[in-house]
């Protein structure tokens, strides 16, 4: 059975400091792996995704994600970390269908 | 271009009764879903849909009931109402090629529904 896990369940960062936020999956077969980010009150939006390619993927708002495979990790991280960054942040894994971590929470402080 | 759009945003129902959650979208997408948000657990699936006149249980898929008649439409069904009910629910869609890997479009979700059974 395929799962992703978020092991933090909060991350508190300094304002311009880079960021990350750590999530492994479990799948059989090549993975789709995605991650998305809640603000209060609203449903999720798509950050960013790997399919295939290039393990380093860049997507919105200026973050990125590696996709370790050896490790079976896709990392989020952004290089210098704003307050408006603060949010939930899911890591979510496809294969027939689309699972999600549990969430991590991000906290940057100014 | 409305997205995914849900009905209603809140509610609040008594025990045992029943009500539906509606889901439109007007991208054309071919999968659907429904998905619970509870504190602390992140999103369970409920049901998907990967295409009208299909659907398929997800991870938490007791005391739910979907239909796909259309693509655009995907009601959420629940029968008698249950306090562990109590989350608010969203509905998502994205397109999704399975003969080409890379055609895999991302979720859209809906701003979600409010609802607590008392």
């Known amino acids: 059975a395929q799962s992703v896990a978020q092991p933090e369940d909060q991350v508190n960062v300094a304002e311009g400091n880079p960021l990350t936020v750590k999530c492994t999956y479990s799948v059989s077969g090549n993975p789709y792996l995605f991650w998305y980010v809640q603000y209060p009150n609203r449903g999720l939006q798509f950050l960013l995704k790997y399919i295939t390619g290039d393990n380093l993927v860049k997507g919105s708002y200026g973050f990125e994600a590696e996709f370790n495979k050896s490790q079976t990790s896709f990392h989020l991280k952004k290089p210098s970390a704003l307050v408006s960054d603060s949010a939930l942040y899911f890591c979510a894994v496809n294969t027939d269908k689309l699972i999600f971590g549990t969430g991590t929470r991000l906290q940057v402080f100014p | 271009n409305a997205g995914v759009t849900q009905t209603p945003k809140f509610r609040i129902l008594k025990i045992g009764q029943s009500m539906t959650l509606q889901c439109a979208q007007d991208?054309?997408?071919?999968?659907m879903y429904w998905y619970r948000q509870d504190p602390g657990m992140g999103l369970k699936l409920i049901y998907y849909?990967?295409?009208?006149?299909?659907?398929d249980k997800g991870e938490v898929p007791n005391g739910y009931n979907v239909s796909r008649s259309t693509t655009e439409d995907f009601p959420l069904r629940l029968e008698l109402a249950a306090p562990s009910q109590t989350s608010v629910y969203f509905c998502?869609?994205?397109?999704?090629?399975?003969?080409?890997?890379?055609?895999?479009?991302?979720?859209?979700f809906g701003n979600g529904t409010r609802l607590t059974v008392t």
């Open positions: 849909s990967v295409g009208a006149g299909i659907t």
């Open positions: 991208m054309n997408h071919n999968y």
């Open positions: 998502a869609s994205s397109y999704s090629d399975q003969r080409d890997r890379v055609k895999v479009s991302p979720l859209h």
